[in-house]
């Protein structure tokens, strides 16, 4: 089932049918959203699915675990917890309350393992949330260890507060997803008019809005967001290029549909520069 070489996958790509999942066709749509993009992080990661602790898995984490883990993708309740969850048992209780979480410089090694060798990791924990808001399964990602826990709260800028502004309900769900899944704190609107409104009631870092919208294009919506808040960041992405954006005269970052996700991380990267050269 592990192919070499890289690979693009969704979670139609495996068959389920002896799972606990059953059918992908019939799942939540949390659940199928967070299992596309988990089957495509680059990163080593899990997604936990229901309080029962389902737990399913990228290739990449199938590499780092070894062969002894289990066969990917899992889909079911595996007889002990997962090394990652073990040490972050804190973290990932608050991702299941609904707050994303950060589990710095965690070591952990994998049974059948050399005695002794362990990494450390970063573990970044992101609650899957239903329609209706409650949390149904957390997704969580390991990235190399980026120092110790002090040393990374002293360098690091923090999570943006990031509004993103997509009509497209599915699109919208999954853009949010990802960049919860990086760490940082998203909300989600479909138009113009409920975006304002969130930017006149709350701070944002960014704006992350589609140039295409109904009753006002993404740009006018940018441009009454800056007037109002200078130091808005704005990401565009579109499908047109930056066609669309020949006048603008305000600094902004854009993206052209589809972006890749190393492509989204590198404009959050450099908004995250900026903002940390700000303070």
Same mark, same amino acid.
């Given at each position: 089932?592990?192919?070499?070489?890289?690979?693009? /996958?969704?979670?139609?790509?495996?068959?389920?049918?002896?799972?606990?999942?059953?059918?992908?066709?019939?799942?939540?749509?949390?659940? /199928?959203?967070?299992?596309?993009?988990?089957?495509?992080?680059?990163?080593?990661?899990?997604?936990?699915?229901?309080?029962?602790?389902?737990?399913?898995?990228?290739?990449?984490?199938?590499?780092?675990?070894?062969?002894?883990?289990?066969?990917?993708?899992?889909?079911?309740?595996?007889?002990?917890?997962?090394?990652?969850?073990?040490?972050?048992?804190?973290?990932?209780?608050?991702?299941?309350?609904?707050?994303?979480?950060?589990?710095?410089?965690?070591?952990?090694?994998?049974?059948?393992?050399?005695?002794?060798?362990?990494?450390?990791?970063?573990?970044?924990?992101?609650?899957?949330?239903?329609?209706?808001?409650?949390?149904?399964?957390?997704?969580?990602?390991?990235?190399?260890?980026?120092?110790?826990?002090?040393?990374?709260?002293?360098?690091?800028?923090?999570?943006?507060?990031?509004?993103?502004?997509?009509?497209?309900?599915?699109?919208?769900?999954?853009?949010?997803?990802?960049?919860?899944?990086?760490?940082?704190?998203?909300?989600?609107?479909?138009?113009?008019?409920?975006?304002?409104? /969130?930017?006149?009631?709350?701070?944002?870092?960014?704006?992350?809005?589609?140039?295409?919208?109904?009753?006002?294009?993404?740009?006018? &919506?940018?441009?009454?967001?800056?007037?109002?808040?200078?130091?808005?960041?704005?990401?565009?992405?579109?499908?047109?290029?930056?066609?669309?954006? /020949?006048?603008?005269?305000?600094?902004?970052?854009?993206?052209?549909?589809?972006?890749?996700?190393?492509?989204?991380?590198?404009? &959050?990267?450099?908004?995250?520069?900026?903002?940390?050269?700000?303070?």
């Amino acid at each position: 089932m592990i192919q070499s070489g890289p690979s693009v /996958r969704s979670s139609s790509s495996f068959d389920w049918s002896a799972t606990r999942l059953g059918d992908p066709g019939l799942w939540p749509l949390p659940l /199928r959203i967070g299992a596309d993009v988990l089957f495509n992080l680059p990163l080593p990661a899990l997604l936990v699915w229901g309080r029962d602790m389902t737990v399913v898995f990228n290739e990449a984490y199938a590499t780092l675990a070894g062969p002894g883990y289990g066969k990917l993708p899992g889909g079911n309740v595996p007889p002990v917890m997962p090394p990652p969850l073990a040490v972050a048992v804190n973290e990932l209780e608050r991702a299941w309350n609904g707050e994303p979480a950060i589990a710095a410089a965690r070591a952990f090694g994998f049974a059948g393992a050399a005695a002794g060798l362990e990494a450390a990791h970063d573990l970044h924990f992101t609650p899957l949330r239903s329609a209706n808001g409650d949390v149904d399964g957390v997704l969580c990602v390991l990235a190399p260890a980026s120092g110790l826990k002090g040393a990374v709260e002293e360098t690091v800028a923090g999570p943006l507060r990031i509004l993103v502004v997509e009509d497209n309900v599915d699109s919208q769900y999954l853009v949010c997803e990802m960049l919860r899944a990086f760490g940082h704190e998203a909300d989600g609107v479909g138009h113009p008019d409920d975006a304002l409104a /969130r930017l006149a009631a709350g701070r944002y870092d960014v704006l992350f809005t589609d140039v295409s919208l109904p009753g006002m294009s993404g740009v006018e &919506l940018a441009r009454k967001a800056v007037a109002d808040a200078p130091a808005m960041q704005v990401i565009f992405a579109s499908g047109y290029g930056d066609t669309l954006l /020949r006048h603008v005269e305000f600094p902004y970052l854009s993206l052209q549909k589809p972006y890749e996700l190393d492509q989204l991380q590198a404009a &959050l990267d450099k908004v995250s520069g900026q903002k940390q050269a700000r303070t």
